[in-house]
């Protein structure tokens, strides 16, 4: 059996979404075989805020559930599943994209890099193989170009078969982009990494490790870009009021049908009496 195939077996949902509650190690593992197998792989990296938009999106609710490896990215996923019982940790995106790059650099598998302005595309180009000594780059696009330009575009990355193309195109464009794509790249490894290229760049910084311990990344982004206010602020308190309910929903009927057990257990012998007074 594949890791990935056992994978599914510890599947969980978050909000009816899937989530599959690997970490880095089983994840690579799972890149590393759909290669060996030369299968495409088209990996999500799921948070609080692309559930919520998934609900009001078909395209995007349709290529989440529909994507092959779903990894727990955001805090409010985790916290989403804790909550439910499941032992599970954060997988960034950024650190599984980054975790891929150097097991593509020790394997020689082939990357292409999609997405982020031009001159982040040029500055991470050449740093990314001193970080990652080995690493093979064999197409890049910077995120910037229109739907006319997409067939010669995709032709161009095709032809240089990669086996790992990280899209960095923000959600739900990423999502959409690998999506309408993925018939063109039938042996690859696509990974939605939305904003990775512009922190590998050095023009955005990652919160600070106190922040990721304490689960509170997505508020030094708030911080940091004021502008995702809107965005976060509908996402966020929707997104957890909906757990809660979700949670309260399932202790509500987890007592009915506990109450309805020992109800159970009570009627019987009495029952049972009544059918020996009958017989007498
Ligand atoms: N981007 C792009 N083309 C576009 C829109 C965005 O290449 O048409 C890039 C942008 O330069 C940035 C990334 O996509 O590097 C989006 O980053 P963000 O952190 O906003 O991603 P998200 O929060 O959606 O994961």
């Known amino acids: 059996m594949s890791t990935l195939s ?22 690579l593992e799972i890149i590393e075989e759909a290669w060996t197998a030369k299968r495409g792989l088209h990996v999500v990296t799921l948070n609080a805020e692309m559930v919520i938009a998934s609900q009001q999106d078909q395209a995007l609710d349709r290529i989440i559930r529909h994507a092959h490896l779903i990894v727990p990215d955001g805090s409010g996923v985790v916290w989403a599943l804790r ?4 032992g599970v940790n954060r997988l960034p995106g950024i650190e599984l994209a980054g975790a891929a790059l150097a097991l593509a650099a020790r394997t020689g598998a082939r990357v292409a890099l999609l997405g982020g302005k031009t001159e982040v595309l ?15 780059i064999v197409a890049s696009h910077n995120g910037y170009f229109s739907l006319d330009d997409e067939d010669q575009l995709v032709d161009a990355i095709a ?8 899209v960095a195109l923000g959600v739900p464009k990423q999502e959409y982009f690998i999506d309408r794509w993925n018939h063109a790249f039938p042996h690859t490894v696509m990974i939605g990494v939305g904003g990775s290229f512009d922190v590998w ?7 600070p490790a106190a922040f990721r311990k304490m689960h509170m990344e997505w508020f030094y982004r708030l911080m940091a870009e004021p502008w995702r206010f809107k965005r976060m602020s509908a996402a966020l308190p929707s997104f957890a009021a909906q757990v809660l309910q979700e ?6 009927s987890e007592k009915k049908h506990g109450d309805k057990v020992r109800s159970g257990r009570q009627a019987k012998p009495h029952d049972k009496s009544k059918e020996r007074s009958k017989d007498k």
Do not use: M
């Open 6 to 27: 056992a994978t599914y077996k510890q599947r969980q949902k978050v909000l009816g979404y899937p989530v599959d509650t690997v970490d880095e190690t089983l994840a």
């Open 83 to 86: 909550l439910a019982g499941h």
């Open 122 to 136: 040029e500055k991470i180009q050449s740093t990314l193989p001193t970080l990652y000594p080995g690493l093979n």
């Open 159 to 166: 032809a240089a078969k990669p086996d790992l193309v990280l």
């Open 201 to 207: 760049a050095g023009n955005v910084k990652r919160a």
């Open 247 to 252: 949670l309260a929903q399932s202790k509500l």
